[in-house]
């Protein structure tokens, strides 16, 4: 059986396209082994990713908490909107903020901050001191993020630079969080608020890597 011209030429022409690369081969082996081998890159790496992932009860269930505990769908929405408000406002002056901490004082500050919110979140705070730690967003958050892309300029080559941004997304917003979404899971049906104290302690894994980075650099 013969198939008519046209489709013959479709055919033809579909043969001739050059086959997409494997993924493997897209990325750069030896870039890759250099940002491994880069061992303050690494442990910012390590840092950005815990902290981010502390953020794992409070993205899961604060709102749900919240209603339990008598606030009004329409307040968590605000306390929600000023997190994001105050992270915002942190990007505004992201230059300044880099200038004054440089990446190793902001990524503490993230670590530091995280530590003090997850760990007063714990007893079930309302009214100002709710909205205090809603503030304190803008460090959890927004100053790990300046931490890691800071870093990233400090040290990588600007060749590289989109492979470690890439490495940074796939471990803190990727691996890391998905595990600090389970590990939030299991911990909030077993003990509720409490679970906080765990993110409390992922944070401090940052402050680590911080206090290592700086001795590392004064090395």
Do not use: C
Request: hydrophobic share 55%; glycine share 10%; aromatic share 10%.
């Amino acid at each position: 059986m013969f198939l008519p011209r046209a489709t013959n030429r479709s055919v033809a022409s579909r043969e001739r396209e050059p086959r997409s690369a494997p993924v493997s081969k897209l990325i750069d082996r030896e870039s890759l082994r250099a940002l491994v081998a880069d061992r303050t890159l690494v442990l910012f790496l390590v840092g950005a990713s815990a902290i981010q992932a502390s953020h794992a009860v409070y993205y899961a269930f604060s709102a749900v908490h919240w209603m339990k505990l008598g606030i009004g769908s329409d307040v968590v929405g605000i306390l929600w909107s000023l997190g994001v408000v105050a992270e915002i406002l942190l990007f505004a002056v992201s230059g300044r903020a880099v200038r004054m901490f440089g990446a190793t004082g902001l990524l503490a500050v993230g670590a530091i901050a995280g530590m003090v919110r997850w760990g007063v979140m714990a007893f079930d705070p309302t009214g100002l001191g709710l909205v205090a730690l809603q503030i304190l967003h803008a460090a959890t958050f927004g100053a790990t993020h300046l931490a890691a892309m800071s870093i990233i300029s400090e040290r990588v080559p600007e060749a590289r630079s989109g492979l470690a941004q890439a490495l940074f997304a796939t471990f803190t917003s990727g691996v890391a969080m998905a595990g600090g979404l389970y590990a939030a899971g299991v911990l909030y049906g077993w003990v509720g608020a409490t679970s906080y104290w765990a993110m409390s302690g992922l944070a401090a894994i940052g402050l680590l890597a911080a206090a290592l980075s700086r001795w590392r650099d004064r090395r």
